[in-house]
């Protein structure tokens, strides 16, 4: 009799083309998305070794890093170093035949983590890489999916396969009714409070649980998103109802007989009831509310309706100097309470929350109101897609008329690594 696996344990065994020792295999990739900032290097290893790309269609790559927001048509990157790093991007793209380049004034250019589910290239049971720890998103959908260093970039570039340490295995269930008014992040974020930032390390998380189940795909988009915000190589979700129409939606390449065998393979992917974990965590979302992080690390946070903790209640040493280190950041204190702190910049965006789904959601907050005098208030939608269907749907006019400012897709303020500076 087999013994019971896990979703990972499933998905590890499908790839593992060879067992390289007791903790590392040699893994199958199934797709690579690259962006101008991690792949420049990865990509002059290539040329020097004179090896090529292995499979040119199985890389997306995108200029989402560095580009500016600014609305302005056509798009321009004005700084000369950030231009060379688009320009080389679609370079290296021509030279070793990689076809799938959204470029700067791309119709569906966006942040990589939203592109690439949207353009349906990620599916249940694949491995995906990238390389940004973001990548963790696209569990959402089934896949083993994770963020990777600029060398292990190379070794994918040229042979579609990575040396792969193997984590261990942590589940996380989540049970109860999230209580109107609090969202899947603040589902991550309990999560991240619950654990701690390090409570993931060396862990692929799998969630379960009736909370779970309840989440949109693009709710679950955001959980598994966050998870590597806790330290973990990746976020798993069993891949049900949801997650297949998801997919069927927007991967518009299946035959009906790919379809079919798809559906029968998909089926097999979720753990076995009596599958092992190293670990496992229950949590209750029932009284969770909006939470807000009052420190510098997004484990350190409260609910709207609760102050910030005494320093006292840290009993961990590290947790205690991060904790004073945060308030002393932020200009706060043990005691103070979240609600009634002044706003002085509101961002909607990233590749956590930019999708449309999110936007619909906060233009229905919105509707009637207006940003209050002396703050600046900015969206972005996650893509150049999104952008375009919110003002379709009359959302982009709702964020314009409540004075924030409707800009273009890209990773924006989350890294100022561009014209987005606060």
Aim: proline letters at 5%.
């Amino acid at each position: 009799m087999s013994k019971s696996k896990t979703l990972f344990e499933k998905i590890l065994e499908t790839h593992t083309i060879k067992t390289l020792d007791k903790d590392n295999v040699l893994l199958y990739v199934d797709a690579h998305f690259a962006n101008e900032y991690t792949s420049p290097q990865a990509f002059s290893g290539v040329e020097n070794r004179k090896c090529g790309v292995f499979s040119p269609d199985s890389h997306l790559c995108v200029v989402d890093h560095i580009i500016p927001s600014t609305p302005t048509t056509p798009r321009v990157i004005h700084d000369p170093a950030s231009a060379l790093q688009a320009s080389n991007l679609e370079k290296n793209c021509q030279i070793f035949g990689i076809k799938a380049f959204y470029g700067t004034n791309d119709p569906y250019q966006g942040v990589e983590h939203v592109l690439m589910d949207e353009q349906g290239i990620v599916r249940p049971g694949m491995v995906v890489i990238c390389g940004d720890s973001h990548t963790t998103t696209h569990g959402a959908l089934g896949a083993l999916a994770f963020g990777i260093g600029t060398s292990e970039i190379e070794h994918v570039l040229a042979t579609s396969t990575l040396v792969y340490r193997v984590p261990k295995k942590m589940l996380v269930r989540i049970n109860g009714t999230l209580p109107e008014g609090s969202t899947a992040k603040d589902m991550a974020l309990t999560v991240l409070r619950t654990i701690s930032a390090r409570g993931a390390l060396g862990h692929i998380v799998e969630y379960q649980g009736e909370a779970v189940d309840a989440l949109t795909v693009e709710g679950r988009m955001t959980l598994c998103n966050l998870t590597v915000e806790a330290g973990s190589r990746g976020a798993l979700i069993a891949p049900d109802e949801k997650a297949i129409q998801w997919v069927k939606e927007h991967a518009i390449d299946f035959t009906p007989e790919d379809w079919n065998q798809a559906l029968e393979y998909w089926a097999t992917l979720k753990s076995d009831p009596d599958a092992e974990y190293d670990r496992v965590v229950d949590i209750d979302i029932s009284n969770v509310t909006p939470m807000v992080t009052w420190g510098t690390s997004p484990d350190q946070v409260v609910g709207i309706n609760e102050v910030i903790p005494e320093l006292d209640t840290f009993t961990d040493p590290v947790a205690r100097t991060a904790a004073e280190r945060g308030l002393s950041y932020q200009g706060l204190k043990p005691g103070d309470s979240m609600a009634g702190i002044p706003i002085n910049h509101v961002y909607i965006g990233s590749c956590t929350n930019a999708r449309l789904a999110d936007l619909r959601a906060a233009a229905n907050v919105l509707k009637g109101h207006k940003v209050a005098p002396g703050v600046r208030a900015q969206v972005v939608p996650g893509s150049m897609w999104t952008r375009r269907q919110a003002e379709k749907e009359g959302i982009a006019q709702i964020f314009i008329d409540a004075g924030f400012e409707w800009r273009m897709s890209g990773c924006a303020l989350c890294l100022a690594m561009n014209d987005d500076l606060l």
